[in-house]
């Protein structure tokens, strides 16, 4: 499948089914797949302050230019997570080897960030997201530069909610792990929040 940009379709989840997915913790976990008519992941109360993850290989290494698709809501705004990464590994975010994200700073504000060696690079936040809107989250790779972009739209081109952001591409070359985490460096409260429909393009 080719999208509007011309970017080849390599990976699409819809959350309809647990196969694939590891769960850390294994029970009690913040973080669900809601395999019934939805498909849709549910990160309800995911704390700060404790690990709780949800990973599984997408089968491939993410090539040089890609545009990543992410449909988000945002169901509170109390705390920090990093609800959506494509890493080198399965570790938890703040000691990843490398990674692409995009974190959120009490559910409402999003930006985009690379991760080497457990050491961010962000972006300043988007901050006028709004609770249990849903929002179409697009993040391009231009071999030189990762944006991030939010739309209201299922379009991924009208309705921007703020301006496109920014960091430079680190070229990683091993991203093959999509994962769903909380935060294990300290602090307190939860946030939640639902995805759906991630979709990664080869814009190569």
């Known amino acids: 499948m080719v999208s509007a940009s011309g970017g080849v379709l390599l990976f699409n989840e819809n959350y309809e089914s647990t196969t694939g997915w590891t769960f850390n913790p294994v029970s009690g976990n913040a973080w669900s797949i809601d395999s019934g008519g939805n498909g849709?992941?549910?990160?309800?109360?995911?704390?700060?302050?404790?690990?709780?993850?949800?990973?599984?290989?997408?089968?491939?290494s993410l090539p040089s230019a890609y545009t990543l698709k992410i449909e988000y809501k945002p169901t509170s705004s109390a705390n920090n997570i990093y609800c959506f990464n494509i890493t080198e590994t399965s570790?938890?975010?703040?000691?990843?080897?490398?990674?692409?994200?995009?974190r959120t700073n009490g559910g409402t504000q999003i930006n985009i960030a690379t991760v080497s060696s457990?050491?961010?690079?962000?972006?300043?936040?988007?901050?006028?997201?709004?609770?249990d809107t849903q929002y179409y989250v697009k993040i391009v790779n231009d071999d030189t530069n990762i944006s991030m972009s939010v739309f209201t739209n299922s379009d991924y081109s009208t309705g921007q909610v703020g301006s496109t952001i920014s960091v430079t591409?680190?070229?990683?070359?091993?991203?093959?792990?999509?994962?769903?985490?909380?935060?294990?460096?300290?602090?307190?409260?939860?946030?939640?929040?639902?995805?759906?429909?991630?979709?990664v393009y080869d814009d190569t």
């Open 118 to 131: 457990g050491s961010f690079t962000q972006a300043s936040y988007i901050t006028s997201l709004v609770v």
């Open 91 to 102: 570790a938890e975010i703040n000691n990843q080897p490398k990674g692409v994200l995009f």
């Open 40 to 60: 849709l992941l549910l990160g309800t109360n995911v704390p700060d302050g404790n690990t709780e993850q949800v990973y599984r290989s997408i089968g491939f």
């Open 169 to 199: 591409d680190p070229n990683f070359t091993t991203l093959d792990t999509l994962q769903h985490c909380g935060r294990n460096d300290g602090g307190g409260g939860t946030s939640s929040c639902e995805i759906n429909n991630v979709q």
